[in-house]
């Protein structure tokens, strides 16, 4: 935030945060190692600016509006400006104090790096708080992420995948019997709706290597191996098991269009079925079921799920459990 020069507050909208103020800021930057030639100017006006900015920007910097660069003899341009960085507001250090205060950053710094973090904003109250939160069709068991084991784990894979080193871990799958597995880590996935962190890696079985996705908060423990164990060019066959979730939407409320922006991380189809209803099939990770059963349920009695079993099966537990939770005290007929 910016101070309101009349009242001496902070003010969410300001001109230092134009476009044109981040690109000229970058410039002087870059001009004080070395003059800049008009296509290193285009080039970065092109990449941070909109459509119409380098023809405005360029009319402007060539027309003299912009005095604090001048042109060298030999075409480039120069500045006697020293760059600033811009100090952080009030609400931009209350919203990092919230960062801080976030069981989840504990993942990314030691307990030393958050105290220095939170020393070097000046005691601002956070901006907001994991309380003034509410979630609705949330997952009642997130990762533990303040357990000591748990970010130890993380970590090991999150430095594993920075290196590019091979892990051997020892990890307890959905059948409860816990296997150990040599793997190359990929990527790290984070679930907003189960609250929780997927190892997404490659599995070396001794005879061939698959794909396959981990739920962190599974692995008991993690070493790295001195060698990656996947050579370059290596033949991987993918192993994710894949579900398609089929589902009957009711035309209230919008719900096709609604459903369409719901489901649009995953990999979706739509077609006309019975009668003229609108019948979605939605592709997933097996693993992903949870996630994709929570959004399902967010809809209410305005989906209907055809297939596959095992989803039509959770939903039916869920609702009975609700049922009985409320006493039998339902507002609509549900059919289960």
């Known amino acids: 935030m910016a101070k309101n020069i009349a009242s001496g507050e902070d003010v969410l909208f300001h001109e230092i945060y134009n476009i044109y103020y981040r690109i000229v800021a970058h410039l002087i930057?870059?001009?004080?190692?070395?003059?800049?030639?008009?296509s290193k100017i285009k080039e970065f006006v092109k990449k941070f600016g909109f459509g119409e900015t380098e023809a405005e920007f360029f009319?402007?910097?060539?027309?003299?509006?912009?005095?604090?660069?001048?042109?060298?003899?030999?075409?480039?341009?120069?500045?006697?400006?020293?760059?600033?960085?811009?100090?952080?507001s009030l609400v931009e250090r209350r919203w990092l104090a919230s960062i801080a205060d976030d069981e989840r950053i504990g993942l990314f710094l030691d307990d030393g790096e958050?105290?220095?973090?939170?020393?070097?904003?000046?005691?601002?109250?956070p901006l907001y708080r994991k309380k003034d939160f509410?979630?609705?069709?949330?997952?009642?068991?997130?990762?533990?992420?303040?357990?000591?084991?748990?970010?130890?784990?993380?970590?090991?894979?999150?430095?594993?995948?920075?290196?590019?080193?091979?892990?051997?871990?020892?990890?307890?799958?959905?059948?409860?019997h816990e296997s150990k597995y040599v793997v190359d880590p990929e990527a790290l996935q984070y679930s907003g709706?189960?609250?929780?962190?997927?190892?997404?890696?490659?599995v070396d079985y001794g005879?061939?290597?698959?794909?396959?996705?981990?739920?962190?908060?599974?692995?008991?423990?993690?070493?790295?191996?001195?060698?990656?164990?996947?050579?370059?060019?290596?033949?991987?066959?993918?192993?994710?098991?894949?579900?398609?979730?089929?589902m009957q939407l009711s035309h209230a409320h919008d719900t096709p269009e609604r459903a369409m922006i719901h489901f649009s991380n995953y990999e979706c189809t739509s077609y006309r079925g019975d009668k003229g209803?609108?019948?979605m099939k939605v592709k997933y990770n097996a693993e992903d079921e949870t996630e994709v059963l929570i959004r399902v349920l967010s809809f209410g009695p305005f989906i209907h799920v055809l297939e596959p079993a095992s989803l039509v099966n959770e939903i039916k537990e869920r609702l009975q459990r609700q049922v009985k939770l409320s006493g039998n005290r339902v507002r609509h007929k549900i059919h289960i």
């Open 207 to 246: 005879k061939g290597k698959s794909r396959r996705t981990m739920n962190v908060s599974r692995i008991i423990d993690a070493d790295v191996l001195d060698e990656s164990s996947l050579p370059d060019g290596a033949d991987i066959e993918p192993e994710i098991e894949m579900a398609t979730a089929v």
């Open 193 to 202: 709706k189960d609250d929780k962190f997927r190892l997404l890696c490659t």
């Open 277 to 279: 209803s609108i019948v």
């Open 114 to 125: 958050i105290e220095e973090l939170k020393a070097s904003l000046g005691g601002v109250e």
């Open 59 to 88: 009319k402007k910097f060539r027309g003299g509006d912009i005095p604090i660069f001048y042109k060298n003899a030999d075409g480039a341009y120069s500045t006697p400006l020293k760059f600033t960085p811009r100090p952080l």
């Open 134 to 176: 509410h979630v609705i069709d949330g997952a009642n068991d997130p990762d533990p992420f303040s357990d000591p084991a748990y970010r130890k784990n993380f970590r090991t894979l999150l430095d594993a995948l920075r290196q590019k080193q091979s892990l051997q871990i020892r990890y307890i799958p959905r059948d409860k």
């Open 29 to 38: 930057q870059s001009a004080e190692d070395s003059p800049l030639s008009v």
